[in-house]
């Protein structure tokens, strides 16, 4: 049967055919615009930018990333501009266009007002400082009679005030307070963290920060904790000021969740070394305690 057979005897054959035809026709066309849009297989790898400066990411930015500055830190001997950390990650398939976040060394130093540390814990005073943009430093533990309790502080070797303007990024070191015997905490567990994040665990547990190893690590900021010295089971106490030693290893050169699985502890064995009150009492409760007992 021919064709035109066909259709004389189901004209509405033709309809359905162009109706169709039609439909196709225009589900290729849209495609092709959403494909267009959506940019589908161009995507790009993300470029490591850690390292260099915002101005030459600028200057050559082949996949037009738009550079989002989500912070600025000032640290002395070093150029403003450094890209410190970049989110996503160096790899990452990305499009043209994509919000690249960025966390870089400010050009000149932002005033920063010193908080009042005296009479806190040194946790407490690890995080007030932190919250100003400030850094701790070094602790240092003396005879007191309020143990944990900060005394002092300290920049570059001066005594410093609260209300005091200093630089941001400053380190401020601690003089601490024993107490009626010595002080001891547990080392906390830092495998996998950064050397910030390290470093403030590490000092709000009234220990300090050793020797930081970085051999072989190209990206200082991002690198992470693969071993540290004493080590962490939970359970054993180190006199307060112990030095915790830490290796660096650059975190896209390791798996960081089973590196902390490897040393994973039995939980009911931890000890929160900061699970305590013993911060400097307030005058009022001196005053109704008629004196305070250590």
Not at 97 to 120: C, F, H, N, W
Not at 268 to 294: F, Q
Request: charged share 30%; glycine share 8%.
């Amino acid at each position: 049967m021919s064709k035109e057979n066909i259709f004389k005897r189901w004209p509405w054959l033709a309809h359905v055919l162009a109706m169709i035809g039609v439909s196709l026709v225009i589900l290729v066309v849209v495609f092709s615009i959403i494909k267009l849009y959506a940019r589908q297989g161009q995507e790009y790898e993300l470029p490591d930018v850690v390292g260099t400066n915002i101005a030459e990411l600028k200057a050559d930015n082949p996949i037009e990333l738009d550079v989002v500055v989500l912070d600025s830190i000032f640290r002395p001997g070093q150029e403003g501009g450094r890209i410190l950390t970049q989110d996503p990650k160096a790899g990452t398939m990305v499009k043209k266009g994509r919000k690249l976040y960025i966390t870089m060394t400010a050009y000149s130093p932002e005033d920063a007002v010193l908080p009042e540390l005296a009479g806190l814990t040194v946790r407490q005073a690890v995080s007030e400082l932190a919250n100003a943009g400030l850094e701790t430093g070094t602790l240092k533990f003396v005879e007191d009679r309020y143990k944990n309790s900060v005394i002092d502080q300290s920049c570059k070797g001066k005594t410093v005030y609260a209300g005091q303007q200093i630089p941001r990024g400053s380190v401020i070191d601690l003089t601490v307070g024993l107490g009626d015997s010595t002080g001891r905490s547990v080392v906390p567990f830092v495998i996998g963290k950064t050397s910030d994040k390290a470093r403030r665990d590490i000092l709000s547990a009234s220990l300090n920060v050793g020797k930081e190893h970085f051999k072989g690590v190209k990206h200082k900021e991002t690198a992470v904790v693969y071993k540290q010295e004493p080590d962490y089971n939970g359970v054993n106490k180190y006199d307060y000021g112990t030095e915790v030693e830490l290796w660096y290893v650059d975190e896209d050169k390791t798996d960081v969740q089973k590196m902390i699985q490897d040393f994973k502890i039995d939980s009911s064995k931890i000890i929160d070394p900061n699970n305590i009150d013993d911060r400097r009492p307030s005058p009022d409760e001196v005053e109704e305690r008629g004196g305070w007992l250590w």
